[in-house]
């Protein structure tokens, strides 16, 4: 069975500080990982998916499966960073379920 | 395009009435699924569907129905409302091989009393 755990509730840091949200997942095939950030009351947006290998707002996500771990990091935290962040699992293959983290509520102070 | 739609955003039900949460997408997605999110529990999936005629079960169904007439549709009933299902309900949907992930609805705001 695919699982996700962030083990961090809550995580706050001042603005300007270095920023990591931590992602770990348990799946013994070959897993698609994405981060998912839910501003105040609003829809789940798309963040980050581990293929692209992308820089979205400035956060970066490397898949690391020695490890499986997934973490999210930011070296420059800013106030507007302020949200859920999720992560989330793609066994891919035939099984189209997305499995999802508790989250992590990030807030930036100034 | 408005990408996904979840109707209504806010409802309030009394134990035992039954409704159905609307969600539509425009964007031709053969995969669309239904989560529901609660303060530390995340979001768990209630039902997902890989396409017209097709749904399955997720990690938390009882209580709830889907159907998926069209590629478009994907209706979430709850048969008999208990105040257990007082959450946030999310519909989603994606292309194939949910390489980019999930397209959220806005979300809909139940409270069961």
């Known amino acids: 069975a695919q699982r996700v755990t962030q083990p961090e509730k809550l995580l706050s840091v001042f603005k300007g500080a270095p920023v990591e949200l931590k992602c770990n997942y348990s799946?013994?095939?070959?897993?698609?990982l994405f981060w998912y950030v839910q501003y105040s009351r609003q829809r789940l947006q798309l963040l980050l998916r581990h293929i692209s290998r992308e820089s979205i707002k400035g956060f970066t996500a490397d898949l690391n499966k020695g490890e499986t771990s997934f973490h999210l990091k930011k070296p420059f935290a800013q106030e507007e960073d302020s949200a859920m962040y999720y992560c989330a699992l793609n066994s891919g293959g035939s099984n189209y379920k997305l499995t999802f983290g508790k989250g992590t509520l990030l807030t930036v102070n100034p | 395009n408005a990408g996904v739609t979840q109707t209504p955003k806010f409802q309030v039900l009394k134990t035992g009435q039954s409704m159905t949460l609307q969600c539509a997408q425009d964007?031709?997605?053969?995969?669309m699924s239904w989560y529901r999110q609660d303060p530390g529990m995340g979001l768990r999936l209630i039902h997902y569907?890989?396409?017209?005629?097709?749904?399955d079960q997720g990690e938390v169904p009882n209580g709830y129905n889907v159907s998926r007439s069209t590629t478009e549709d994907f209706p979430l009933r709850l048969l008999s409302a208990a105040p257990s299902q007082t959450s946030v309900y999310f519909c989603a949907s994606s292309d194939a091989g949910l390489s980019y992930g999930y397209t959220f609805g806005s979300g809909t705001r139940l409270t069961v009393v």
């Open positions: 799946y013994s095939g070959s897993p698609e």
């Open positions: 964007m031709n997605h053969e995969y």
């Open positions: 569907s890989v396409g017209a005629g097709i749904t």
